[in-house]
């Protein structure tokens, strides 16, 4: 059997840099014809040049491979000049809450100071791209979050807003509410609860942020993504972490799953007989939430069972040591 | 300025076996007057002779230390005359859901099939301890197992029930419905929420069952020991891991809280000006409520500061790494 996808994006995805960049890229640039590329670097990515840099970088780790990086900008107060300038080689400005994740200590602490920037990006037609958790207790992040998002889109209702990687029956409601609002949904959020990380051994390599929720929310976004809301885009929110990071006193959070993520999203849609429904979620909703049109790569799996290594270099992936269904051809 | 303490007791310890014993056993001798010593041992400690094997190996790795290790039996079906026997050793039946947490694979799958153990029980007047946690999401376990608190305190009202380890405002409402229910807190349930694990860095060495729960919970527990609730006993639910059993794939739970116990106790009462009622917490509730006389034994505590050692032997203690305002003297 043979499932043929086109031009498969993944619109949030952390490939990092210098060598973890050479080693995970490759994943990507074999499975996706571009990605949104998230700009958290230890230094993060918030001017033209640093942009023009990364994606060079991006490109050299890809090799030869047909893959287009969607660049972000690292959210701070910008000049109308600069964003200008930047607008044709960005496809958004990634805002994160300060501290609330991996490198993002230098995220927005103060809500009421972004509206100028926010005023230009409207202007500009360059869409936002947020992370969306409060600081408040790990399971109330994202709905507690959802103030600011209505904020936001109420104010703002010309740009184009994105709340990353939501885990929740609140986010799925709240994205009904507003035209301007889309949404991306992971992997790992279509597969686990709060029970697969801390309910039975604890599985670090689970962790990530947000947390894993509830199987009642776990329920709500399958609901949504299997069901066809054309809303929501896939965003695997893969992000590598060494083991020493991850098997340690203090764990980073990430979920590295670039490597499985199309043998098993077939594998999710398959079992409940929508497969149907996997192209729009894995390309055509993010080609009209976001008005662009992707390199062409067509992507075959077939099923053809095979086993994911318990490490790729020093980073353990998703279904470590899993038997997986389905095949990239 | 001077603590002083009258026979503190520990009602609720994991001391382990073989190497692990003789790191850990010295430290509860030399804080507490006694301790109530669970039976998840690989080998479940489910017969007298199996008692008494492991009260000497105790009582050799306590040293000289003056201390009362008071035994457990592992729930399973009893026969009358084995638990008539094993009276005089024992200070209760230590009862596990199959599979909740360590070593439990041997506890109970059916809650049908243990009334007649628990006839013989209340008649000898043998306590029964319970890890009451329900197999469902991970937040909910301990709320959802009251129904099972509630059948068997009913239906055996002359028996001693003590919740062991309780984390919810659920189960401090539930503890006053019933006369025969006791139940024991752990220290550092008294200082966490989920926050604490996963809220930032994933932290596996704050990973415990039952896992820390929300700061609703958190305050209900507080102020219910700290209000100085007399059927609320201290009960560490100190679990030793090795590091390579907490740094990795799969992490086992429990909290190494033994060397540290004390002094933080006292930090918590005097921070929250209720040190009148810790020596309730730490020994007289589970003399009332056991009906015990424990040894003679006085602990005194002085505000010197120390440094938690990052590990005794090859095991990260709670606190490991911070200071400390109150030593054992």
Redesign the interface.
């Known amino acids: 059997m043979k499932i043929e996808l086109n031009s498969p994006l993944d619109m949030h995805l952390h490939l990092r840099e210098a060598e973890m960049l050479k080693l995970v890229a490759p994943f990507s640039a074999q499975s996706f014809a571009g990605a949104v590329v998230m700009p958290n670097l230890i230094s993060p990515v918030d001017s033209l040049q640093k942009i023009k840099d990364y994606r060079n970088a991006i490109m050299t780790a890809c090799g030869k491979e047909n893959f287009e990086p969607y660049m972000t900008l690292f959210f701070r107060s910008y000049k109308r000049t600069e964003l200008a300038a930047a607008k044709e080689h960005i496809i958004g400005v990634k805002l994160y809450p300060a501290g609330i994740t991996t490198q993002s200590e230098k995220g927005v602490k103060d809500f009421d100071s972004i509206q100028e920037t926010l005023h230009i990006m409207e202007e500009l037609q360059i869409p936002l791209l947020i992370h969306g958790e409060s600081n408040g207790?790990?399971?109330e992040r994202e709905r507690e979050f959802l103030t600011v998002y209505q904020e936001i889109a109420t104010n703002f209702p010309n740009l184009h807003i994105i709340m990353e990687h939501i885990t929740t029956t609140a986010a799925i409601e709240f994205l009904e509410k507003y035209e301007n609002v889309s949404a991306t949904v992971t992997l790992h959020h279509l597969m686990l609860?709060?029970?697969d990380?801390?309910?039975?051994?604890?599985?670090?390599?689970l962790?990530c942020k947000p947390?894993a929720k509830?199987?009642a929310d776990l329920q709500a976004l399958r609901q949504a993504v299997l069901g066809g809301n054309r809303k929501i885009m896939f965003g695997s929110d893969s992000a590598p972490h060494p083991r020493h990071k991850k098997?340690?006193?203090?764990?980073?959070?990430g979920v590295f799953s670039s490597p499985v993520a199309l043998p098993l999203l077939v594998q999710i849609f398959e079992e409940e007989d929508c497969l149907d429904k996997l192209q729009a979620f894995i390309s055509d909703n993010a080609r009209e939430r976001y008005g662009i049109t992707p390199l062409e790569k067509r992507l075959t799996l077939t099923d053809t069972p095979w086993q994911v290594p318990q490490a790729y270099g020093d980073v353990?992936p998703f279904y470590a040591e899993k038997q997986l269904r389905w095949s990239i051809s």
């Open positions: 207790f790990v399971m609860t709060l029970d990380v801390v309910g039975d051994l604890l599985q670090p390599h962790f947390i509830t199987p098997e340690c006193v203090g764990c980073a959070a353990r």
